[in-house]
C-alpha cells in the first residue's frame, strides 16, 4: 500500500499532509527516511518523528464549516490561522480539500481517511458549487469561455456550468479541483475575482450555517454523502 493512503487510512492525516511530511523528512520505514511514493507492506514499522502513529479509535466525526477568508486549510500547528486550530474540536480531524487562504465558504472535515481518499479522486468528478463576483461586467461570451473551458497550468479545465447571477457575480459547478482554478481560470480571460465562496460540495450545502461556524453533517447528509461514495 503506499504511504499516504497507508497514513490517511490511519486517520492520523490526509494524504496532502502525509506527502508533507514526507518531503519534510518527518516519516521513516523500518529506520529509513521515507520517500515520495514508497510503499509499505503489513510488518513494516511506520514512525512520524520517530513515534507510532496513533491509532483512531474515536467514533467517525463528519463537520461542515462555514471558512472564513484568512483561514489556511492545513493542518500544520505553525501555519497561523491553520484550520485545525481554528475549529478547535476536541478529536483528531483534518480537512477534505483545500479552500484557499483568500476564499470563504463550505469546507468539510473528518477524521475518517476512507472518505477523504474516495472524495479526493478527481475521475469521480464530484460537484463543488462556487459563487464568484469579478472585478468586471459578467458577460455570456465570458460565461460560455468558462464553461467550455479555460488553459491554465498547461491544460484546459474540464466543461462546467456557469451561470451569471448579477452584473458581476457568476455561479460555478466544477468536477475538477486545480490549484486556485476559478481564479486562474478568470484571470486567463482578463477578469480578476474579488470575493469566492463555495456554496455546496456533493449533496452538502452551507444552508443558515453562518460564517466562522461549523456544525455536523446530519444524519440524511450522511447517509446520501456516503452511498455516492460506494
Not at 45 to 50: A, E, F, H, N
Not at 86 to 109: C, H, M, T
Not at 123 to 139: L, R
Not at 185 to 206: Q, S, Y
Request: charged letters at 25%.
Amino acid at each position: 500500500m503506499r504511504i499516504n493512503k497507508y497514513i490517511s487510512e490511519t486517520g492520523f492525516c490526509s494524504r496532502r499532509e502525509t506527502n508533507r511530511l514526507i518531503a519534510a523528512g518527518r516519516i521513516t520505514i523500518n529506520g529509513t527516511v521515507c520517500e515520495a511514493g514508497a510503499n509499505v507492506e503489513p510488518q513494516d514499522s511506520v514512525l512520524i518523528d520517530g513515534e507510532t502513529i496513533p491509532v483512531n479509535n474515536s467514533e467517525p466525526v463528519y463537520l461542515a464549516l462555514n471558512k472564513p477568508i484568512g483561514i489556511v486549510c492545513t493542518a500544520a500547528e505553525q501555519v497561523a490561522g491553520n484550520i485545525i486550530s481554528y475549529v478547535n474540536f476536541p478529536s483528531r480531524i483534518f480537512a477534505i480539500g483545500r479552500l484557499d487562504k483568500a476564499s470563504e465558504g463550505l469546507i468539510l472535515l473528518t477524521n475518517d481517511g476512507d472518505i477523504v481518499n474516495k472524495m479526493m479522486r478527481s475521475e469521480h468528478g464530484h460537484e463543488k458549487e462556487y459563487v464568484v463576483t469579478v472585478d468586471k461586467p459578467v458577460t455570456s461570451e465570458f460565461t460560455q469561455a468558462m464553461s467550455r473551458g479555460v488553459e491554465i497550468l498547461n491544460v484546459i479545465t474540464k466543461p462546467c456550468d456557469v451561470y451569471q447571477q448579477g452584473e458581476y457575480e457568476f455561479r460555478i459547478i466544477l468536477t475538477q479541483g486545480l490549484n486556485l482554478q476559478i481564479r486562474r481560470m478568470c484571470k486567463a480571460l482578463g477578469f480578476r475575482v474579488l470575493k469566492l465562496e463555495r456554496i455546496r460540495i456533493m449533496n452538502i450545502t452551507l444552508n443558515e450555517l453562518e460564517r466562522g461556524e461549523w456544525r455536523h453533517l446530519d444524519g440524511e447528509e450522511l447517509k446520501v454523502l456516503l452511498s455516492t461514495l460506494r
